[in-house]
């Protein structure tokens, strides 16, 4: 009897080893659509592929202003992705209230792993208390795009956009453009996300530091921009509103359509721009200088959530997209900054580098650019100034009060 329960012992053990692995089923929230989307799906199915044992599936989040509280409300009623885009300054939002994996221990356990070779932009986004929560998969600037035929029929020089403020001013009263004399501009000047729902205070933040401004004291535990560079900023945007000197879309449509001659937006969608619009038809450049030249850098990071069942595939799959061979092709095909340095020594980019000056110009806004501070309570306080910020744009009215009336909610965040 006790040899046959030890053979049927054994018998179980062998079938246990000869079984296969069971796949790990990964589900992986993105903000992408359109052509973006059908790239990142294709890298995921050659994940897919080349790993048989983990199966990624991955699921459009949303956008990235409306996927940070789907996935809070997710993640609260257990039903969140095991990976996940998320916005490159959420990883406090997540890592705090202990939703996200510490990855320290994978990225010392992966040889393949080079974190010394990820951009400073890039890897300052990853961190909360000195270790990293996510990686980086897609950096980006502000830069300035426009539109080289409009600039001639203008009689400005096609070979380079505004230097400061007064030019940006100037060159927006000449690119702004009743052709049908009804009284209302048929062309503007200029186009950016200006609403607060659009992203608006990403762009804010960009002349809010021209002017050396500080979004909060110090100690980070109060807000500090209703101030005189909070004050001009807005101001900035308040005269180009009343003056019908910008369009008030979302941007990207009216420059493409040449009913803005000018637009703000990511460095990230040159890709688009030269496959629609044709390399030569437009210039880029880095932004219109306040006090000092300043852009703010953008993109999006990969991060794995506390629930996900299999830690080491999660891994495998942020690694993998993390690496130089991915975020090369991923740079090329998008228009994206790299966020590895050693994408931009590889042949194919460096020759992409020689053929078309507007990547290394993008590359060069590098230097100049903020990073959006890296503390939890940053993602709501910025949808407070971009609402403050969005109505004395629309109203015309003098920001300092709805500045200062942000500023007190601000900092009742801290006191939470």
């Known amino acids: 009897m006790k040899k046959t329960i030890l053979l049927i012992a054994l018998l179980v ?29 294709s890298l995921i199915k050659e994940f897919n592929k080349a790993n048989p044992a983990i199966n990624v599936k991955p699921e459009y989040g949303g956008s990235l202003w409306s996927m940070r509280d789907k996935l809070l409300t997710a993640i609260a009623g257990g039903a969140g992705p095991h990976l996940a885009e998320i916005d490159s300054y959420w990883t406090p939002i997540f ?59 203008a009689a400005l020089d096609p070979a380079r956009a505004p230097a400061d403020w007064s030019e940006l001013v100037s060159f927006c009263q000449k690119l702004t453009v009743d052709k049908n004399g009804d009284g209302t501009p048929d062309q503007r000047g200029l186009t950016f996300p200006n609403k607060a729902n659009m992203g608006a205070v990403w762009y804010w933040l960009a002349f809010f530091f021209q002017q050396e401004g500080k979004l909060f004291n110090d100690a980070l535990n109060a807000g500090a921009f209703n101030s005189a560079a909070g004050l001009a900023a807005t101001d900035l945007w308040r005269q180009l509103a009343r003056e019908g000197l910008m369009s008030m879309s979302s941007g990207s449509a009216d420059f493409e359509a040449e009913l803005a001659a000018m637009e703000l937006s990511s460095s990230s969608v040159m890709g688009r721009y030269r496959d629609n619009m044709g390399n030569a038809r437009f210039g880029l450049a880095a932004l219109p200088k306040g006090k000092v030249s300043a852009t703010v850098t953008g993109g999006g990071n990969l991060a794995m959530f506390s629930s996900c069942p299999d830690k080491k595939a999660g891994w495998a799959v942020l690694s993998w997209l993390n690496s130089t061979q991915v975020n090369k092709r991923w740079a090329l095909s998008t228009g994206s900054i ?35 501070p890296n503390i939890p309570e940053y993602g709501d306080a910025s949808r407070i100034i971009a609402f403050a910020v969005e109505e004395a ?22 006191k939470k």
Do not use: C
């Open 393 to 414: 744009m629309i109203n015309d009215q003098d920001p300092k009060p709805l500045l200062d009336k942000a500023k007190a909610e601000v900092d009742a965040l801290f």
């Open 95 to 153: 890592a705090k209230p202990g939703s996200l994996v510490n990855l320290e221990p994978y990225i010392a356990a992966d040889a393949r792993f080079n974190k010394a070779d990820l951009a400073r932009a890039s890897l300052q986004s990853t961190q909360y208390q000195g270790a990293s929560y996510s990686v980086p998969f897609n950096l980006s600037t502000i830069v300035m795009y426009y539109n080289k035929a409009l600039y001639k029929t």
């Open 13 to 41: 053990v062998l079938a246990a080893a000869l079984a296969p692995a069971q796949k790990a089923t990964l589900v992986l929230w993105h903000s992408y659509s359109g052509v973006r989307q059908q790239l990142f799906d």
């Open 338 to 372: 790299p966020v590895r340095q050693s994408v931009l020594g590889t042949p194919e980019y460096s020759d992409y580098l020689m053929s078309d000056p507007k990547g290394n110009a993008m590359i060069a806004t590098l230097q100049d650019a903020f990073i959006r």
